[in-house]
């Protein structure tokens, strides 16, 4: 499948990881939106949120608890920070394996609505 983070998954195509157990990666954004930006990805291939089944949501809930975790490693739990997972065109979403985005470090601009970036 060619899937880039399937690859990540992988090792085929290299990151910089944060954490990994036998289900979930935890890696650096490449071109981070913030101080501190991650991706946490299941290593299961799941396309994006809509394609969540009923099986895989003790693994959703995990990822909810590694970004606790991962929050917590990066120093950001404390300053805040913002978990954001893009489903589908008009979010935006550029990798069809679902991911939550970790943003943190700075003060974060208000949440998005309509934007011209990718209208
Ligand atoms: P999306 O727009 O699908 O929610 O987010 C995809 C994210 O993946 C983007 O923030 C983008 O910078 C990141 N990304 C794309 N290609 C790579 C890559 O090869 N390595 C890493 N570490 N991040 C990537
Ligand atoms: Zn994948």
Do not use: W
Request: aromatic share 4%; net charge negative.
């Amino acid at each position: 499948m060619d899937c880039l983070f399937c690859k990540i998954v992988e090792g085929s195509i290299p990151s910089q990881k944060v954490f990994e157990n036998e289900r979930i990666l935890v890696f650096r954004d490449i071109q981070p939106a913030a101080p501190v930006h991650v991706l946490i990805i299941p290593k299961k291939h799941i396309a994006s949120m809509n394609e969540v089944q009923e099986e895989d949501l003790p693994l959703i809930a995990e990822m909810h608890q590694v970004a606790q975790q991962v929050a917590k490693d990066l120093g950001v739990n404390e300053s805040g920070y913002r978990l954001i997972n893009n489903c589908g065109p008009d979010s935006g979403q550029a990798v069809h394996h679902i991911h939550y985005h970790l943003l943190g470090g700075a003060k974060l601009g208000a949440l998005t609505g309509i934007s011209d970036s990718h209208a």
